[in-house]
């Protein structure tokens, strides 16, 4: 990767390799997946009918996801406080995924096909951040990632499968901080 430089108008500018082009789509597609929200509840056993009081109820009272990465990427307003964690979440977690996947998806839609050049306006290069945010933080929550990375990274041998997988995220973090640097 060419790193970020900055262009007139506030902007971003970078050349990505076809292999770093397909990486950012398979991971941000993912987060996309994930953060989808909830299709609706699928029809009883007996008459095929949509449950929905269900439907209701969940609409009403979301819950704190209990996958460990979506309870990241859209964390409890109140942790003290379920009951007022459970009103703010009712009130904000549909807007969250939206922002969440509007992000991801300019992203997508700015990565070249092949890879080469990428030219991003002030605005393309801001959901650009919050997007490699969340795959970082994604990611990070899969491999457990704490402050002390390089250690935990540094104690995995070179064939270990998660490897790649630290040095995927320690490259995500190179992309993150050299568009943060290009837009400073």
Do not use: C
């Not at 500018?13 to 996309?32: K, T």
């Not at 979506?70 to 922002?99: I, M, Q």
């Amino acid at each position: 990767m060419e790193p970020f430089r900055s262009t007139r108008g506030g902007g971003a500018r970078a050349v990505l390799a076809p292999a770093e082009v397909s990486l950012l789509r398979s991971l941000v597609g993912q987060v996309i997946t994930l953060i989808a929200p909830d299709g609706p509840p699928s029809p009883g056993p007996s008459d095929g009918l949509l449950d929905w009081d269900a439907l209701e109820t969940r609409m009403d009272q979301p819950e704190t996801p209990e996958d460990p990465v979506l309870a990241r990427l859209l964390p409890d307003g109140y942790r003290d406080d379920p009951e007022a964690a459970g009103e703010f979440r009712k009130y904000t977690e549909s807007s969250l995924r939206s922002v969440k996947q509007q992000a991801a998806q300019e992203m997508l839609d700015t990565l070249p096909e092949t890879g080469g050049r990428i030219q991003l306006t002030h605005d393309q290069a801001h959901a650009w951040l919050k997007a490699l945010n969340d795959v970082r933080l994604a990611l990070g929550v899969r491999l457990g990632v704490t402050e002390e990375f390089e250690e935990q990274w540094g104690r995995l041998r070179a064939d270990d499968p998660q490897w790649a997988a630290y040095e995927v995220y320690a490259w995500l973090g190179a992309v993150q901080e050299s568009l943060v640097q290009a837009l400073a």
